[in-house]
């Protein structure tokens, strides 16, 4: 089962899926947490770039939209033998960041076909204004008005693909409740 959180920058993506983890494995499953972009060479480039000033230019996204892709697929192996071993793959991030953050699904979509789509999509659905107000400017997608689009087109993408969609306004506690009982339903679990 690989299991995807999504969501605007600073939507509470790292801290819910810490507290997945910790949840599943005490429930007795075995967990693969993985994020994107990774910790690879081509991730770490990805980082790198990501703290330029320009990083919405339409060339700069169209260069970060073939590096994610590369990452993704090199991250592909490890989901697909985690899998293989029966754990659950929990991942922050996945193929449909890049749909939502860089320009063009058609293009994207190529050029991410080795990427497997996950089982189950959770989108932490929270207004920009109190995304930025909890971030502490980290990179430079951190704007308004980005961000703003970037939620239009996740909340688009959910419709279309299905996504769980969770309100992340609400407190730690709350929000894991709800992902738990998303989670729970789709591993025949009980919470
Ligand atoms: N439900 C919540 N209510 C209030 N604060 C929260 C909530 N969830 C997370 N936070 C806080 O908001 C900040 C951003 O959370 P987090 O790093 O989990 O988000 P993220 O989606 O992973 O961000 P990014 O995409 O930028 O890495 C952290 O300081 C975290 O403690
Ligand atoms: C996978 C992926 C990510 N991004 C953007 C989204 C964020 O601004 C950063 C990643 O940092 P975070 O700590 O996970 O928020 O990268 C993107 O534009 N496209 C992608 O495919």
Same mark, same amino acid.
């Given at each position: 089962m690989y299991i995807c959180l999504e969501g605007?920058? +600073?939507? +509470?993506k790292s801290t819910q899926i810490k507290l997945l983890e910790q949840w599943l494995y005490n429930c007795g499953h075995e967990v693969l947490r993985v994020f994107e &972009? =990774?910790?690879?060479k081509v991730g770490r480039l990805i980082r790198e770039m990501l703290r /330029? &000033?320009?990083? =919405?230019?339409e060339n700069f996204q169209r260069t970060l939209g073939l590096l994610f892709a590369a990452d993704r697929t090199i991250l592909m192996d490890k989901i697909i033998d985690a899998e293989v071993e029966g754990k659950v793959v929990i991942s922050d991030r996945c193929f449909y960041s890049s749909i939502a953050y860089q320009n063009g699904a058609e293009w994207l979509s190529q050029i991410n076909k080795f990427a497997r789509k996950p089982d189950l999509v959770l989108l932490l659905d929270l207004e920009p204004e109190t995304a930025l107000m909890r971030?502490? +400017?980290?990179?430079?997608?951190?704007d308004r008005s980005f961000l703003e689009k970037i939620r239009k087109k996740y909340l688009k993408l959910a419709k279309e693909e299905e996504f769980f969609v969770? *309100?992340? *306004? /609400?407190g730690i506690n709350k929000v894991h409740e709800d992902i738990k009982r998303i989670v729970a339903r789709r591993l025949g679990m009980c919470v």
């Amino acid at each position: 089962m690989y299991i995807c959180l999504e969501g605007i920058d +600073g939507s +509470g993506k790292s801290t819910q899926i810490k507290l997945l983890e910790q949840w599943l494995y005490n429930c007795g499953h075995e967990v693969l947490r993985v994020f994107e &972009p =990774t910790d690879s060479k081509v991730g770490r480039l990805i980082r790198e770039m990501l703290r /330029n &000033p320009h990083a =919405t230019d339409e060339n700069f996204q169209r260069t970060l939209g073939l590096l994610f892709a590369a990452d993704r697929t090199i991250l592909m192996d490890k989901i697909i033998d985690a899998e293989v071993e029966g754990k659950v793959v929990i991942s922050d991030r996945c193929f449909y960041s890049s749909i939502a953050y860089q320009n063009g699904a058609e293009w994207l979509s190529q050029i991410n076909k080795f990427a497997r789509k996950p089982d189950l999509v959770l989108l932490l659905d929270l207004e920009p204004e109190t995304a930025l107000m909890r971030c502490e +400017g980290k990179d430079s997608f951190e704007d308004r008005s980005f961000l703003e689009k970037i939620r239009k087109k996740y909340l688009k993408l959910a419709k279309e693909e299905e996504f769980f969609v969770v *309100n992340a *306004n /609400n407190g730690i506690n709350k929000v894991h409740e709800d992902i738990k009982r998303i989670v729970a339903r789709r591993l025949g679990m009980c919470v």
